[in-house]
């Protein structure tokens, strides 16, 4: 299901995972723990598509079965395009002030009008050279940066220890987003979206804003849209540091339930011992590694 291999991630000199190689199973569930600073969130965040890790040969980054890494990279593909680029606009740059220089000190009266015309040529071949360049590289970006977004958006679901409810929609309509931004249909996703709710306890609540909401229930409405769109894998960071016991007890009986009946795999950070303790692995991190 997922498979790391060599992940190294650098904030200016700090190098904050120092070649984490990881494989997940399908249907496991596997606890990612250590103390503040070892690199679990990074880690959380890089697997889940939400960073990028340094650029390696050796490093690699599967998600059943898509390359993740070049979904990520658009540098190589636009390395001779950028090249090319850099070379036309230096080479009018350099012959801009040669013609200025020569303008300047050398000119005759009979070459004026010449060199004018000669001189709105060559400040026009960057201008153009630029234009070209960019439009070519902020479309194959956007391209990219789409096939990333549909991705992650159909195949990851994500919670967090702050649920990011939007304060200003209603709960079915919170877990709905994910889908609409797939395209879904408004009426077959509304549907769903209650069938979730339901089956997490809380059809009761579906016309409900966040802040009519326990914060249990409100985490529980981010389970929901992280379900919306089925996805193979959900990433968990700290999803219940922001709970009271019994909600967070309740939180942890419900991942289990989930894997057991729809057999998504999850991947949670946390501070938790019982949790790490619940899960099929846990994995320790110290100083940017996997401890073994």
């Known amino acids: 299901m997922i498979h790391a ?10 190098e904050v995972l120092k070649g984490v190689d990881l494989h997940i199973k399908k249907g496991e569930i596997v606890s990612i723990v250590g103390a503040s600073g070892a690199g679990k ?4 965040q890089i697997l889940g598509t939400l960073d990028t890790p340094e650029r390696n040969s050796a490093s690699s980054l599967s998600i059943n079965g898509k390359n993740i890494l070049r979904l990520q990279d658009i540098e190589n593909d636009n390395s001779k395009e950028e090249k090319t680029f850099k070379i036309v606009t230096w080479s009018g740059v350099i012959y801009i002030i040669i013609l200025v220089v020569y303008l ?13 015309l000669v001189t709105l040529g060559v400040l026009f071949l960057p201008i153009v050279s630029m234009f ?8 194959k970006k956007s391209k990219q940066d789409k096939i990333l977004s549909e991705f992650r958006n159909l195949n990851l679901g994500f919670i967090f220890q702050f649920h ?3 304060p200003e929609f209603t709960a079915l309509e919170n877990v709905c987003i994910p889908a609409f931004m797939a395209n879904k249909p408004k009426a077959q996703t509304e549907k769903e979206a209650k069938k ?3 089956y997490l306890g809380l059809s009761h609540r579906i016309h409900h804003k966040p802040s009519e909401l326990s914060g249990g229930e409100q985490q529980r409405v981010a389970v929901a849209r992280a379900l919306i769109n089925k996805p193979d894998v959900i990433f968990a960071d700290e999803p219940s540091g922001n709970l009271d016991t019994h909600s967070a007890e309740n939180l942890h009986q419900l991942f289990f339930k989930l894997r057991d009946e729809f057999g998504q795999t999850f991947v949670i950070v946390t501070h938790n011992e019982e949790l790490a303790n619940m899960a099929d692995r846990k994995l320790v991190m110290v100083d940017g590694q996997i401890s073994n």
């Open 5 to 14: 291999k060599n992940i190294h991630k650098f904030y200016d000199k700090l």
């Open 41 to 44: 969130t990074t880690l959380l």
């Open 104 to 116: 300047l000190f050398f000119r005759t009266k009979i070459l004026d009008e010449t060199l004018r």
């Open 132 to 139: 070209v360049y960019y439009n070519r590289y902020f479309k």
């Open 164 to 166: 990011q409810l939007l």
């Open 196 to 198: 979730i709710l339901e």
